[in-house]
């Protein structure tokens, strides 16, 4: 079937924001189409086993009524944001509809939930972005690696990335030597509410790009630092795991954001997530979930920086748990510095943490906010042994979250409620809060 064009009427969209819709017998998924849409779409790949095929969008032959303007400049090749042609409400709604199907497949049809709610902003949200540097015919590129090729899309002019890592790649842009492209193989570039800007030059070469920072900061007040990351590994690993990789070429090897009302100092390492103000609003409704919280003792496993960590500090003790040394010292910093001398942060497995807390004093509450993959077997076991009165599960794959809360209810656990937040809008992704309790 590679090859022949098809006539596809999208009903739905799959997990990965593709438009899927039956067509000559198959069921086609299309990026870029929508539901409601009728597209005329050429197939690029079809499965022997299923009847599962997928197909490059050719042409809308009948927009759907949730169709509206995209204003990306970078559409439709890009593939970050398959969304974004799709209204507001209706992309909550499929957030939705993609939770509930997570749900439904696991078994857990009995499990309701409230609308998803909606972020404080939709465009120009993403505190962090990543390019592929890239030189065609003298011309410098920033962008992002075109699916299932090394093809490198222009992305310095995307409309969900914050203005001020806009502004400021834009203008490193027009300072690269297209000789240095090559030394000089990734940009990642950060950004704090108010607007300040961490920059990481991923090179092939140390040395190669001293001058190059002394000029973006100088003609760039956004950027407040320049950090230079040592990678000459083969493959398109981001960064490299050495300790001694980084170094810093200019101001500051950090920035200030606050959370929760603490400043916390994030370092060019350390994991935010990208929607500073949702995030800041899903940490609140965890907080309201579990009141009171006084006199109650708390552990965060998988804490980053701290963010639900000092969302809970009016609890009597509060401890953080994340494999990160970078983001443990500036939790530790922030939380002294503020004078919260009972919220604790410590380097190690949030697995082997619990296991050891069962020998202790256990914590009346547990927040969990594990990888896209879930819980792992031995992360589940020892927060079954270590039995808090309640348990906050925060998830961004749906599918992981049904198959853990699956095995939870399996022991005995009551999901108390599910809320469902857009903290990445234009993309399908959702994140889900759970509350349950263990009695």
């Known amino acids: 079937m590679v090859g022949r064009v098809l006539e596809v009427p999208v009903s739905s969209l799959d997990d990965h924001g593709q438009g899927v819709g039956p067509a000559d017998g198959r069921t086609v998924a299309v990026h870029g189409a929508l539901p409601g849409d009728v597209v005329k779409a050429r197939v690029t790949w079809a499965s022997a086993a299923s009847a599962w095929t997928r197909a490059e969008l050719l042409e809308v032959l009948r927009p759907s009524g949730e169709r509206v303007h995209n204003p990306c400049a970078h559409a439709p090749r890009c593939p970050g944001?398959?969304?974004?042609?799709?209204?507001?409400?209706?992309?909550?709604?499929?957030?939705?509809?993609?939770?509930?199907?997570?749900l439904d497949d696991a078994g857990l049809q009995d499990l309701h939930f409230d609308d998803v709610i909606p972020a404080p902003q939709n465009h120009g949200y993403r505190n962090r972005a990543k390019y592929v540097v890239a030189c065609t015919r003298n011309t410098v590129t920033?962008?992002?690696?075109?699916?299932?090729?090394?093809?490198?899309?222009?992305?310095?002019?995307?409309?969900?990335?914050?203005p001020a890592i806009t502004e400021?790649?834009?203008?490193?842009?027009?300072?690269?030597a297209p000789e240095l492209v090559g030394e000089l193989r990734y940009v990642v570039a950060r950004c704090n509410r108010a607007g300040e800007v961490l920059g990481t030059l991923v090179v092939r070469r140390r040395g190669a790009v001293d001058a190059l920072a002394q000029a973006w900061v100088t003609t760039s007040p956004r950027v407040l630092g320049v950090v230079e990351h040592f990678n000459d590994s083969p493959g398109d690993n981001l960064l490299s795991t050495a300790p001694d990789a980084e170094r810093t070429l200019q101001g500051h090897a950090e920035l200030t954001e606050l959370f929760s009302g603490v400043p916390v100092s994030v370092p060019s390492t350390a994991f935010t997530q990208l929607h500073a103000d949702a995030a800041e609003q899903l940490c609140t409704t965890v907080a309201q979930?579990?009141?009171?919280?006084?006199g109650r003792h708390v552990m965060d496993a998988y804490c980053g920086l701290g963010a639900f960590a000092f969302a809970l500090k009016d609890a009597a003790s509060v401890l953080g748990i994340d494999d990160n040394p970078a983001s443990i010292h500036a939790a530790n910093d922030a939380a002294a510095h503020a004078g919260l001398g009972h919220l604790r942060f410590l380097v190690g497995d949030a697995a082997g943490h619990m296991a050891q807390w069962q020998h202790g004093q256990r914590p009346d509450l547990v927040v969990v906010d594990p990888p896209r993959k879930g819980l792992s077997d031995e992360a589940m076991r020892a927060l079954q042994a270590l039995a808090p009165e309640q348990l906050v599960y925060v998830a961004c794959e749906p599918r992981s979250l049904a198959r853990d809360l699956t095995t939870l209810r399996a022991a005995g656990?009551?999901?108390r409620a599910l809320q469902p937040f857009d903290l990445f809008p234009q993309t399908p992704e959702v994140e889900t809060v759970a509350l349950l309790s263990s009695r």
């Open 289 to 294: 979930l579990v009141q009171p919280l006084a």
């Open 168 to 176: 400021a790649i834009q203008a490193l842009r027009s300072l690269i």
């Open 413 to 415: 656990w009551q999901v």
């Open 142 to 162: 920033l962008g992002a690696y075109a699916p299932g090729t090394h093809d490198v899309l222009p992305t310095d002019q995307c409309r969900v990335t914050a």
């Open 81 to 102: 944001c398959p969304l974004m042609p799709l209204s507001p409400d209706a992309q909550l709604r499929e957030k939705g509809l993609r939770l509930r199907r997570a």
